[in-house]
T-cell receptor, first 112, second 113 residues
């Protein structure tokens, strides 16, 4: 059974820092991995989708990498801003389950 | 022109009532889902439909019944609501059963009193 773990559970940084959020998954037979952002009381916004054949994806200040064989992904946020404060969710599709499996998220707080 | 829209956004109801949540997507996706986000913010799949056919039915009480009249709509009906049903319910859709990534709606916050 696929399990997704995100470390750390919470992170507080001063504005301007570069930071890395980690995600690991137990079954490497995935089709893709998706990073989402969730603001308090809001829905999920897709940030980046990495297919299993890809190593990384970039969007603006965000860069996500995927090492499928080791079951790991990282989300790198450059020059963090207070507006980046949110919960970041990692989710994988494929493996033994035919649906998106989520981690419990990393709650990020960026202090001005 | 919201991609995945859910109604209502908030739902407060008494125990024992029956309620429905509606979901519509205009992305042309074949597959739609219902996820539940519990009080600890963990998201878990409930149901999935592909072209109106049920393909995933997780261990969910049979008081929950999804209905897909066409591939653009997936509704969730809940009978005899209980306090423990209070949560945020998210609808999502994807092309190719998830191979193209998921798009989520903004959620329905259900509170049972």
């Amino acid at each position: 059974k696929q399990e997704v773990t995100q470390i750390p559970a919470a992170l507080s940084v001063p504005e301007g820092e570069n930071l890395v959020l980690n995600c690991s998954f137990t079954d490497s037979a995935i089709y893709n991995l998706q990073w989402f952002r969730q603001d308090p009381g809001k829905g999920l916004t897709s940030l980046l989708l990495i297919q299993s054949s890809q190593r990384e994806q970039t969007s603006g200040r965000l860069n996500a990498s995927l090492d499928k064989s080791s079951g790991r992904s990282t989300l790198y946020i450059a020059a963090s801003q207070p507006g980046d404060s949110a919960t970041y969710l990692c989710a994988v599709y494929g493996g033994s389950q035919g649906n998106l499996i989520f981690g419990k998220g990393t709650k990020l707080s960026v202090k001005p | 022109d919201t991609a995945v829209s859910q109604t209502p956004k908030y739902l407060v109801t008494q125990m024992g009532n029956d309620k429905s949540i509606k979901c519509e997507q205009n992305l042309g996706h074949d597959t739609m889902y219902w996820y539940k986000q519990d009080s600890k913010k963990f998201l878990k799949i409930m149901f999935s439909y592909n072209n109106k056919e049920l393909i995933i039915n997780e261990t969910v009480p049979n008081r929950f019944s999804p209905k897909s009249p066409d591939k653009a709509h997936l509704n969730l009906h809940i009978n005899s609501l209980e306090l423990g049903d209070s949560a945020v319910y998210f609808c999502a859709s994807s092309p190719n059963r998830g191979a193209g990534g998921y798009t989520f709606g903004s959620g329905t916050r259900l509170t049972v009193v």
